[in-house]
């Protein structure tokens, strides 16, 4: 693989009602299909600090109290991934947070039909990434690796 300025990592955290209904391994093997490649990733009991910061862009919004206890609520997996314009992709293949439109194929619109239910957080911009990740993980807990199969996913 050819590192490129479009390689990019970001912040990918499956929220507590994707643990709670068995989806872990299927959206993981969503993210290992497209070829993303994971670079670290923790389960873990998210704490109100961690959320408050996670979120601090909503703060003050109508939803956050209730994003803030539903994130908290159960066991969350957090990861980094990373590839080829991670963030773009892997937000198209979240999908939109609006149920009523987040299209089919995507995670949202195969697996979820609420606002707040919807199964997978993802960071929106480089800035988001470097905020986000900070909060959950250490620079040493973010490997660097290489994989066999990259010269078949990446032309160049
Ligand atoms: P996204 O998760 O797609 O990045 P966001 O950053 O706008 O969406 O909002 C963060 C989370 O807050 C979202 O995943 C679910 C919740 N949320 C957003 N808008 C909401 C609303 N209108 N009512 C209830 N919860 C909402
Ligand atoms: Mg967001």
Redesign the pocket.
């Given at each position: 693989m050819t590192e490129s300025a479009d390689f990019e990592q970001t912040f990918l955290m499956l929220?507590p009602d994707a643990v709670q209904r068995g989806m872990v391994g299927k959206i993981l093997s969503r993210i290992e299909d497209k070829g993303l490649k994971i670079v670290a990733m923790k389960m873990l009991q998210v704490t109100p600090e961690q959320a408050a910061k996670q979120?601090e862009?909503?703060y003050g919004?109508?939803?956050?109290p209730?994003?803030v206890d539903?994130i908290c609520s159960g066991p969350c997996v957090a990861m980094i991934v990373e590839g080829r314009d991670a963030i773009a992709i892997s937000?198209k293949m979240?999908?939109?947070?609006?149920p009523e439109q987040s299209v089919p194929g995507t995670i949202?619109g195969d697996y979820s039909l609420d606002?707040?239910h919807?199964l997978?957080?993802?960071?929106?911009s480089a800035a988001s990434f470097a905020h986000e990740s900070r909060v959950y993980f250490t620079e040493a807990e973010i490997l660097s690796y290489g994989l066999e199969l990259e010269r078949w996913i990446y032309y160049s």
């Open positions: 929220k979120y862009c909503h919004k109508s939803f956050y209730s994003l539903f937000r979240m999908g939109a947070t609006a949202r606002v707040k919807n997978i957080h993802g960071s929106d």
